[in-house]
């Protein structure tokens, strides 16, 4: 559970429904999110990180409820393997079916999903309603923020709203792993 005022979560979603970009700490990095249905949102998150857009970006939800519209058609095994690892430093990348835009899944057949165990992000996606995008706080090619600080050296006032916190006690960003294969992508 989240120790943040109802105020501070209150202001991150208000600026992501004006389309904002923010900045909030998960399990074991701050990350970037925004509003995965706002084209310009994200092509503006892409732009402050200088990342391709072909790689993808990752959805986070607070439960798998939040995912139920892009995991159905999963068969059992592949549920089952999302559950067992759920909530937690876990993305498994799913076939979308064409049910997220390319600005999500970049070049890809599939698209990285993961519900969190961190208090801030379940708040934010509880109180925001559904999925956001998640994506390391860091330029490309330049190591995660895992402090405060190193978000506003990275970013400065580029950001919309900035989520108190701290990150969580992972000691690297979360595992990804393909959800019909099982095999790691990034450990």
Same mark, same amino acid.
């Not at 919309?160 to 000691?171: A, N, T």
């Given at each position: ?5 109802a ?8 600026s ?11 399990e074991?990095v701050?990350?970037l999110?925004?509003?995965?249905a *706002?084209? =310009? %949102? !994200?092509?503006?998150?892409l732009?402050?990180k200088?990342?391709e ?6 959805? /986070?939800a607070?439960?798998?409820t939040q995912?139920?519209?892009l ?6 095994q592949h549920?089952?393997r999302?559950?067992?690892s759920w ?6 990348l799913v ?5 997220v ?6 070049d890809? *057949?599939? =698209? %990285? !999903?993961?519900v969190?165990a961190?208090?801030?992000?379940r ?5 925001w309603?559904? /999925?956001l995008v998640?994506?390391?706080?860091n330029?490309a ?8 600080f190193q978000v506003?050296?990275?970013?400065g006032?580029?950001?919309?709203y900035?989520?108190p916190?701290?990150?969580g006690?992972?000691k690297?960003?979360?595992l ?5 294969s099982?095999? !790691?992508?990034?450990?």
């Amino acid at each position: 559970m989240s120790s943040l005022p109802a105020f501070q979560i209150s202001g991150a979603v208000a600026s992501l429904r004006r389309g904002g970009v923010i900045a909030y700490p998960t399990e074991a990095v701050w990350g970037l999110g925004c509003d995965p249905a *706002d084209e =310009v %949102a !994200v092509n503006r998150l892409l732009g402050l990180k200088r990342r391709e857009a072909g790689k993808g970006l990752i959805l /986070v939800a607070s439960n798998v409820t939040q995912l139920d519209w892009l995991l159905s058609g999963l068969n059992e095994q592949h549920r089952l393997r999302l559950d067992e690892s759920w909530p937690g430093p876990n993305t498994w990348l799913v076939p979308h079916n064409g049910r997220v835009p390319q600005w999500i899944h970049g070049d890809h *057949d599939t =698209v %990285a !999903v993961r519900v969190s165990a961190h208090g801030v992000v379940r708040d934010l996606c509880n109180s925001w309603g559904g /999925v956001l995008v998640s994506t390391s706080a860091n330029r490309a090619g330049c190591a995660a923020a895992t402090q405060r600080f190193q978000v506003l050296r990275y970013f400065g006032g580029q950001l919309d709203y900035i989520v108190p916190g701290s990150v969580g006690s992972q000691k690297k960003p979360s595992l990804i792993r393909d959800v019909v294969s099982n095999q !790691v992508i990034r450990s």
